[in-house]
């Protein structure tokens, strides 16, 4: 059974369109991530949230926001998507910061900006 | 700065052994992680390195030298299905964000 489920799996949006990613987990972690990950990179932080703490990676776009409206789902708002944007995005939660815990990944949404 | 450095693409033939690199430079060393993956899906968890030494998981082991910032991942009696990207992704320690510096990852193709 999926543990971190993000919805949908495929994202079509337009220039300058708002749009809204979401994730939630089953395994009741504390932390959430969000990562971009374009082809043949790596996944890259965007963000993390440690309960309700939110922190920022210093170079996130002020175009990229999150919330977490409770333990299970975390969501990323793009407001004004750019054709650079269009990557895969991936949540991913852990238990905690300690070093040998692992992230645990969903299967991420490809975003695509026409 | 922080890089961490693995090769872009490797063959290998099923049955055999390969040998996945990596190398880092980070500002802190909190553990080192390999992940598996497959095309379109979610990066899956393979193995955790904090102490010098290898650590044996099944067909998969991985061994760190933090003296050398070196790790690599081994992968024995290949099978198609290996076929996948393996990312390195070290923890680099500043503050307590548990931040993970992904590698760009090894593409490995497995032939018959």
């Known amino acids: 059974d999926a543990m971190v489920i993000q919805n949908p799996r495929y994202q079509v949006t337009q220039f300058g369109k708002p749009v809204t990613l979401s994730c939630s987990q089953t395994?009741?972690?504390?932390?959430m991530y969000w990562y971009q990950q374009k082809s043949s990179q790596a996944p890259k932080l965007l963000f993390h949230y440690y309960d309700k703490d939110f922190n920022n990676e210093a170079d996130t776009p002020d175009n990229f926001q999150s919330r977490r409206p409770n333990t299970s789902f975390c969501f990323l708002d793009i407001r004004s998507p750019g054709l650079g944007d269009a990557a895969m995005y991936l949540c991913?939660?852990?238990?905690?910061?300690?070093?040998?815990?692992?992230?645990?990944f969903g299967d991420g949404t490809r975003l695509s900006i026409l | 700065g922080q890089n961490i450095d693995q090769p872009t693409e490797m063959t290998a033939t099923e049955g055999a052994i390969v040998q996945i690199n990596c190398t880092y430079q980070t500002s802190g060393f909190n553990g080192l992680f390999w992940y598996q993956q497959h095309a379109g899906e979610a990066p899956t968890f393979l193995s955790y390195n904090v102490l010098d030494g290898l650590e044996e998981k099944g067909r998969f082991s991985s061994f760190l030298s933090r003296s050398k910032g070196y790790s690599y991942l081994l992968l024995k009696e290949l099978q198609m299905k290996d076929s996948a990207s393996y990312l390195c992704?070290?923890?680099?320690?500043?503050?307590?964000?548990?931040?993970?510096?992904f590698g760009q990852g090894t593409t490995l193709q497995v032939k018959p």
């Open positions: 395994l009741n972690h504390n932390v």
């Open positions: 992704a070290v923890r680099d320690g500043i503050g307590n964000t548990g931040k993970l510096i």
């Open positions: 991913a939660t852990s238990r905690g910061l300690s070093s040998g815990q692992p992230q645990h």
